[in-house]
DNA sequence: CGCCTTACTGTACGATCGTTCAGTAAGCAT
DNA sequence: ATGCTTACTGAACGATCGTACAGTAAGGCG
C-alpha cells in the first residue's frame, strides 16, 4: 500500500489522558450491558476499549474509582438527555412533563440494557461508599428537574394536595417503578400505558383546578 | 468435660435433604444481606450456614440452583407476609389495602438489607434464565394480589378511570419505586409518607364516588 | 535528528472463584 | 454389635479476578 520503509503503522495511539479515561468510561458501561454484573472486570472493560489490562490502572488508582465515575456518567447523561427533551417542549409545565415522560419511556432510556445497568449499579451501593456519593449527588439533580417542573405545573393549576417534595417523590417512584416492571418483563404493558399513568399521577395532584383544566388536554392517552 | 469413653460428640449431624436445602436457602439469604453481591459465593454461604464448601454441589447442582430457589423463597415470604396482613384485616377492600400497604413499609419488608436482596437478585435477571423463570411466576403472584384487592375497591367504590390490569400495574409500579428510593436514601421520606403516596393513589382510581365516600376515611395520614 | 516524557503494554502474582471427587463418618436397620 | 446407605468433609483443579511493575514506544520538542 505505502512506502516500505519508515512508516510503520504505530502499535497503539497516545491520547490525552482525559479523552482516554472517558473512552474507559464509555467501554465500561458498554460491558456492563452486554455481560451485565460480569462486565465490570478489568479484563472485559479493557478488551471492550481495546486497550491492555494495565492502562485502566494507570488512569484510576483503582478499579471502584473507574466504576464510580461510569456510574456519575451515566447518571448525567440519563438527566441531561430528559431535561433537555422536557425544556424544548411547548412553554407549559403540562407540556413539559410530557415531553419528560416521553424522553424518559422512548429509545433510548427505555431499554432493557440500559435498566440492567442501573440494577447493576444499585447492587452496588450497599457496600461501595463511592457509588453512594455519586448518588447522592445525582439523584438530587434528578428530584430536583422534577420538582422544578411540578413547582411550575403547582403555579399554573393550582395547590397540590401534597408539599412539593413529595409530589416530586411520588412521581420519581413511580417513574422509577414503571421502568423496572418494564425492564423485567416488557410484554407486561406498552410505553405509552406507562406515560399515561405518570399524567394521571400529575393530573391527580390538584385538587379541583386541575380537574377541570385538562378535560381536554388529558384525554388521549395515546401517544 | 463429659465422660472420656464413648460419647464423642459427633463432628457434624446429618439433616434431611429438605431441611438442609431450606438452610442452605436461609443462609444464602443472610450472606447476601450482610456482604451483597460478594455474598453470593459458595464459601461465603457455607460459612454462614456452618457447613463444607462440597455440601452445596451435593444438595444443588450448580450454585446458580440456589440462588434461582433463594429468590423462589424470598419472593414467597414476601408475598405471604403481605397477602396475610392483609387478609387479617377489617373486612372492606380498602382497609385490606391499607394493611397491605402498612405491611409493604414497614419492618421485616422495609429494610434496607432486605432491599439490597431485591436489586441483587434483579442484577442477576438478564443472564439468568432461571432467575427470569422465578421472577415470572412469583411477579404474577403479586400482581394477582395487589389486583384482587383493587377488584375489591372497585366494586365497592365504583369503576376505575383505568382498567383493573393497568390500575395493578401502577399501584405495584409506585410501591417497588418508593421501596427502592427508601433503601437508597432513608433520609429522603418517613414511612407513612409512602403510605400516605399510596393510599392516594388508589383514592384517584375512582372518579367521583370514591372522592365523596372517602373524606373521613383518608384524612389521618399518620399511622 | 536524537532526547524525554509518559501513555501504554503485557507478564506475573496472590487471592478467590465454582466444581469435582475420593474419603469419612453419622445414624438407622438388621 | 455390625453393616449399609449416604449426608458430609475438605483438598485439589483450572479459571478468572484486581493490582503491581518493569519494559516499550509514541510523539512533541529542542
Redesign the interface.
Known amino acids: 500500500m505505502s512506502a516500505p520503509l519508515s512508516p510503520r503503522k504505530p502499535r497503539f495511539e497516545r491520547q490525552l489522558p482525559q479523552e482516554r479515561r472517558q473512552a474507559l468510561i464509555d467501554a465500561t458501561i458498554e460491558s456492563l450491558k452486554r455481560?451485565?454484573?460480569?462486565g465490570l472486570s478489568v479484563r472485559r472493560i479493557s478488551a471492550q476499549a481495546g486497550v491492555s489490562i494495565g492502562l485502566i490502572n494507570h488512569h484510576f488508582p483503582k478499579k471502584d474509582t473507574l466504576i464510580a465515575q461510569a456510574y456519575r456518567h451515566f447518571n448525567s447523561q440519563l438527566v441531561g438527555g430528559v431535561r433537555a427533551a422536557a425544556l424544548q417542549a411547548p412553554a407549559t409545565a403540562r407540556a413539559r412533563l410530557r415531553a419528560f415522560f416521553r424522553a424518559t419511556f422512548s429509545p433510548p432510556n427505555l431499554d432493557?440494557?440500559v435498566l440492567?445497568v442501573w440494577?447493576?449499579f444499585?447492587?452496588?451501593?450497599?457496600?461501595s461508599p463511592e457509588i453512594q456519593k455519586v448518588?447522592?449527588e445525582t439523584?438530587r439533580e434528578h428530584i430536583d428537574l422534577v420538582r422544578s417542573m411540578l413547582a411550575d405545573l403547582a403555579a399554573e393549576a393550582g395547590k397540590f394536595?401534597?408539599s412539593l417534595?413529595?409530589a416530586a417523590?411520588?412521581l420519581?417512584?413511580?417513574?422509577?417503578?414503571?421502568w423496572?416492571?418494564w425492564c423485567?418483563?416488557p410484554g407486561?404493558?406498552r410505553p405509552a400505558?406507562a406515560i399515561?399513568?405518570c399524567e394521571?399521577?400529575i393530573d391527580?395532584l390538584g385538587v379541583a383546578i386541575t380537574h377541570a383544566e385538562n378535560a381536554a388536554d388529558t384525554l388521549p392517552t395515546a401517544r
Chains 1, 2 share one sequence.
Open positions: 455481560y451485565g454484573h460480569e432493557r440494557d440492567t440494577v447493576v444499585w447492587s452496588l451501593y450497599r457496600h448518588h447522592g439523584y394536595r401534597f417534595r413529595l417523590i411520588g420519581t417512584a413511580m417513574i422509577d417503578g414503571l423496572l416492571e423485567l418483563d407486561n404493558f400505558e399515561a399513568l394521571s399521577w391527580n
